[in-house]
């Protein structure tokens, strides 16, 4: 079954150094977003922070440790083991300011 995230979660995890480590790297991955094949040659930086992304089959390999696992096995890992939530919030306008110093308020990061 796939793995669900968003394009935020998405990005943070493929922007985390203590996962992608000197030899780690992925292949055979087939992810989704909005629906759409993700090409294994395009960049994640352009992945939307509201897209919905899907992580249907990968392996993510390390050179060095001859370490091995799927693609979403070490997703899932990964998001149980960290310290933050990341999500994306879609509200009217007129409240946005409110949600974004309740945010702040409770030591949070608003992005975009």
């Known amino acids: 079954m796939p793995v669900r995230t968003t394009g935020a979660e998405f990005r943070e995890f493929f922007n985390d150094l203590s996962l ?15 629906g759409e094949g993700l090409d294994s040659d395009d960049s994640f930086d352009h992945i939307p922070y509201s897209a919905v992304v899907k992580i249907h089959a990968g392996i993510i390999r390390n050179d060095t440790t001859d370490k091995y696992g799927s693609l979403e096995t070490e ?11 990341t999500f994306v919030v879609v509200i009217d306008n007129q409240f946005a300011d409110d949600a974004k110093n309740a945010c702040r308020a409770l030591g949070g990061k608003v992005v975009g």
């Open 20 to 34: 992608w480590t000197k030899g780690t790297y992925m292949e055979d991955e087939e992810i989704s977003v909005d």
């Open 75 to 85: 997703f899932r890992k990964w998001r149980k083991n960290k310290s933050t939530t």
